[in-house]
């Protein structure tokens, strides 16, 4: 093992020495000043009751962001806390209730459901990760769906109750009006981490995020190593489950939905380096209770909570910024300047011309078929399975089928994926990934809902303006992705909870107007027999193809996403070309977002949500690569319109939406196995 990671077990032995590190120091000092804030503003100053309150609250979150950290020093990331947390709920309001077993056996049976079940989802997630050496975000993403549905699928609505002796035992008092047992477990699982630090285990931990390469060439099981932290992730996962069980006493299917956001902020606060190797556990419980403290003092002082998600997502970008190393900054470089760099043609001289010419020699000495080969095996999976599709909704829908209605029906229905994937699509081919995209379709459509109001007069300014909006949101991306070096999982997840606070703050709380009638006759009006929408489609596949697969545009972005050094030493402008990927990404949104409204008649808050695993979805079934580097748009269109076709399909046989999650969760993951490189397995 490396002496760093020698140096990391001598440090891990003692509480107080993980106070000394820079990230997790600065994370304590901060929690401190948050206390002090919330002691003056509060009129009563701070009691007992302030702390059992506060460490009640911030305990869920302080489990599930321990076992986050745990994957993201070794080099992960887990999208599925949260609905691993509401599984886990509603499993034990379901199987246990309200129970006659005393007190102990209640306990001892909903722990040992919790952290088990929690255990099994990581393990699954750390099989895919680790032995078929899948993308951990489409893992937990696709993870996250089907937990998501089977929550659902067991319990429909909030409701059903667990053994009050249970709740109080762990939500009361330890020592009455002295010690809350919630600071107990945090302590507990704070020991419970730092023994795992110093386990052989830890060691690997932190030496495969440093560097797998190293670590491996070391002698470490890198392979066993990512499966038990993905493993240990889930039974923090599971633990923060049955404590948010007990604390609520009830079960809610949803109820772990808000903390995706708040575990990385918690993370990222507590001084953890997203992409691995460098953190703890112990700064990232400080970044926990922080958060919590932060909106306990939003409602002392009577901050409407419209404006929470803009905090929460304020900081987590300026944890992000601030907790790290000066060799972090990648330098930033103005906007002004990604354009005249953008403007000027690269990787396009005298020599790459006399290559490219030899190369078309080459490629017209043998057939078509044997030059794009590579290109059908990713393409053509999806389109030979919507052809199945179709024949199945054919086959359901009996004598009603008619061919012709259901083709337009679903050219037009897909239109919103296949101008969503081209967003998408680009920043995933780039080596990114746009989580911010249900906000950024929600946040232009609500905006020309409120201005335009049913006039189109109005909207001849309300549509620029929301498409201004959409670029201004990729702009953003972008700048924090390649100017700031933030990563793109965080800034677009922050990005989207801003964007929440600021629709919530712009509409105040209940969005307004109609759609206007251009809107209306775009897509649902009739021009040479079919929707404006479909030709608009049509002009649209024909652009998208050219700019992603046909233009010196879309070979820089497969450039970046194959290898940026590789890029930036053939002249490849790294940052224009990922602030592009990203302005293109807000624009197809926002395009979403109006055609969405159009289609409604009205902009509503959730949306664009169902558009997140949708898009992704679609960029993986279409034969993107999700590491980068790969893309085909033909192979996205197809996509869009397999998924909008399973869509259809899916609603004939009137399966519950908790079935449809779970299929479609299901479906990316065997998607991502089916077209992966062999390089990749």
Not at 179 to 205: H, M, Q, S
């Amino acid at each position: 093992m490396t002496d760093e990671a020698a140096a990391l077990s001598n440090v891990s032995a003692r509480l107080p020495a993980a106070l000394l590190q820079r990230n997790g120091a600065i994370a304590f000092l901060v929690l401190l000043a948050v206390i002090l804030i919330l002691v003056a503003v509060s009129p009563h100053g701070a009691n007992y009751f302030d702390l059992s309150t506060i460490s009640a609250s911030g305990t869920t979150l302080a489990l599930a962001s321990i076992g986050e950290t745990i994957v993201i020093l070794g080099g992960g990331l887990d999208l599925s806390p949260g609905a691993v947390i509401s599984l886990v709920n509603v499993v034990l309001v379901t199987l246990l209730g309200s129970s006659t077993l005393g007190v102990e056996a209640y306990t001892a049976l909903a722990s040992v459901i919790a952290i088990g079940l929690g255990a099994g989802v990581g393990a699954i997630n750390g099989l895919l990760v680790s032995y078929l050496r899948l993308p951990s975000i489409i893992v937990t993403l696709g993870t996250m769906f089907v937990l998501q549905g089977a929550a659902l699928l067991i319990l429909k609505f909030p409701g059903g109750s667990v053994s009050s002796d249970f709740a109080n035992l762990l939500v009361g008092d330890a020592v009455p009006d002295v010690l809350p047992v919630p600071i107990l477990i945090i302590v507990l699982a704070v020991l419970v981490w730092l023994y795992l630090k110093r386990l052989r285990f830890g060691l690997g931990l932190y030496a495969i995020g440093s560097d797998a390469a190293a670590a491996r060439a070391s002698g470490v099981d890198v392979r066993f190593i990512r499966f038990l932290s993905f493993t240990a992730a889930g039974a923090f996962f599971g633990a923060a489950g049955l404590f948010i069980t007990a604390n609520a006493g009830s079960g809610d299917p949803l109820i772990g939905a808000p903390f995706l956001l708040k575990v990385f902020a918690a993370v990222v606060l507590g001084g953890t380096l997203i992409g691995g190797g460098r953190g703890g556990a112990v700064g990232t419980v400080f970044g926990a209770l922080t958060l919590t403290i932060v909106v306990d003092i939003f409602l002392v002082i009577g901050v409407r909570t419209y404006y929470v998600p803009i905090v929460e997502g304020a900081i987590l970008l300026i944890a992000v910024l601030a907790l790290r190393r000066r060799t972090d900054w990648p330098g930033f470089t103005t906007i002004k300047s990604y354009w005249r760099r953008a403007a000027t043609p690269r990787g396009s001289g005298p020599a790459v011309e006399r290559l490219s010419a030899k190369a078309s020699t080459d490629e017209r000495s043998v057939g078509w078929l044997a030059r794009n080969v590579h290109t059908l095996r990713f393409i053509t999976p999806a389109s030979v399975i919507l052809i199945v599709v179709i024949g199945i909704t054919a086959f359901l829908n009996g004598a009603n089928f008619k061919f012709d209605t259901y083709l337009v029906s679903l050219l037009t229905f897909g239109s919103f994926l296949a101008i969503l994937g081209l967003g998408q699509g680009a920043v995933v081919t780039a080596g990114g990934l746009d989580l911010s995209v249900p906000w950024a379709i929600t946040f232009p459509a609500i905006v020309v809902t409120t201005y335009a109001n049913g006039s189109d007069a109005a909207a001849t300014w309300a549509i620029p303006l929301a498409i201004c909006i959409g670029a201004a949101i990729g702009l953003f991306n972008g700048a924090l992705v390649a100017g700031l070096g933030v990563s793109p999982i965080i800034a677009t997840l922050a990005t989207g909870s801003m964007l929440e606070g600021i629709a919530l703050v712009f509409s105040h709380g209940a969005p307004i107007g109609n759609a206007p009638p251009a809107l209306l006759w775009f897509l649902n009006s009739r021009a040479g027999g079919l929707p404006p929408a479909v030709w608009f489609l049509a002009i649209f596949v024909v652009i998208a193809t050219v700019a992603l697969n046909g233009s010196g545009f879309g070979r820089r972005v497969r450039a970046v996403g194959n290898s940026e050094w590789v890029a930036r030493l053939s002249g490849v402008h790294i940052r224009a070309v990922t602030v592009s990927v990203y302005i293109l990404s807000g624009l197809c949104s926002a395009i979403v977002g109006l055609m969405l409204a159009g289609f409604a008649d009205q902009a509503y808050y959730d949306m664009g949500k169902p558009y997140l695993l949708a898009s992704i979805a679609v960029v993986v079934l279409g034969g993107t690569k999700i590491t980068g580097g790969r893309s085909y748009y033909l192979g996205i269109l197809g996509g869009a319109l397999l998924f909008t076709a399973m869509g259809s399909m899916l609603q004939t046989t009137s399966l519950p939406e908790a079935i449809r999650s779970i299929i479609y969760g299901t479906v990316l993951l065997l998607a991502v196995i089916l077209l992966r490189d062999q390089a990749d397995s």
